[in-house]
């Protein structure tokens, strides 16, 4: 399959505000869809603000930035006639991404991104995207996505208040909606439940939400700078949306030396907003981010 040139992430979300016109008949089946995609490189200077916003210790290409890339090769897959739900309308609940080898290089980069199938007893609400980027046939970072195709229906059962373990040592955020234009800005994710309380009512928000990813991209820097080493995983679990402006708690614990759970309370509520494993590398650690650089709140 020959590669076709990845459009920005602004261009992709254009292009998906004409899915809303799709209306599948009950659950259809996932067609096997499978793209090939490439992009010239990775821009030095826009990881370097992708950095500096987080405060990211270290030089190196941030594992949660890899995730740019790959939601772009989601888009770009979706917008395939054949894919039958409308892209404005699904919920990122879960995802996963993986260093696998160092990014030394900014030459051309080769997304390969497939849409799962289906198994028996898979939620059918549900799909599941797997995106490989490599180059020069060297996997670099791989990212698995799943989001839910409706609200669903019926009562949400109620549970007890949740709270963050107390062995995880805790630190409060807080999140202004200018925060999130600011990342908006820096990710090219402008879509508008983040950055309009109005049109995220259009979609059964009560108000603008944080992106999930600027969640983790801010749990993925606190856990390196705490940890003075690189993050080669995270696997981050979207149990509800984080209501702008917002007041947080981000805890994690290591059940070893690199690895461990994590958990971003909205204490407000009593519940978690996103819950997860990481994993750091074992090699060589990282410098702290220059002094220059300022946390973005």
């Not at 990845?6 to 992709?12: D, I, Q, R, T, Y």
């Not at 856990?223 to 509800?240: M, P, T, Y």
Request: proline share 7%; glycine share 8%.
């Amino acid at each position: 399959m020959p590669a076709q040139a990845l459009s920005s992430l602004p261009g992709l979300l254009l292009r998906a505000v004409a899915t809303l016109q799709r209306h599948p008949q009950g659950r259809p089946p996932l067609p096997a869809l499978q793209g090939h995609f490439e992009v010239a490189g990775i821009a030095n200077t826009h990881v370097a603000r992708y950095r500096q916003f987080f405060a990211a210790p270290g030089s190196q290409v941030p594992l949660t930035y890899f995730y740019l890339l790959a939601q772009r090769a989601q888009i770009a897959l979706m917008l395939d006639a054949r894919f039958p739900h409308a892209i404005p309308g699904l919920i990122h609940v879960r995802n996963e991404l993986r260093l696998h080898a160092r990014c030394r290089e900014t030459s051309r980069l080769d997304l390969h991104v497939s849409l799962l199938p289906h198994r028996p007893g898979d939620d059918e609400r549900r799909v599941k995207f797997v995106v490989n980027i490599s180059t020069a046939g060297r996997l670099l970072a791989s990212c698995i996505s799943e989001y839910q195709t409706g609200r669903g229906t019926g009562k949400r059962q109620t549970a007890g208040p949740e709270a963050l373990p107390g062995h995880y040592v805790t630190t409060d955020w807080a999140v202004a909606p200018a925060t999130i234009r600011r990342y908006a800005f820096v990710s090219g994710d402008c879509n508008p439940i983040h950055l309009s309380s109005l049109l995220a009512r259009a979609f059964g928000l009560r108000r603008a939400i944080a992106h999930g990813m600027y969640v983790i991209g801010r749990v993925a820097a606190d856990i390196e700078r705490s940890n003075g080493r690189q993050l080669i995983a995270i696997d981050a679990h979207f149990r509800r949306p984080v209501p702008l402006p917002a007041r947080l708690s981000f805890g994690f614990a290591a059940t070893g030396g690199t690895q461990g759970d994590f958990g971003v309370l909205l204490p407000d509520e009593q519940r978690l907003a996103v819950s997860g494993a990481w994993e750091c590398g074992a090699g060589e650690t990282l410098e702290p981010p220059s002094l220059s650089v300022r946390r973005r709140n």
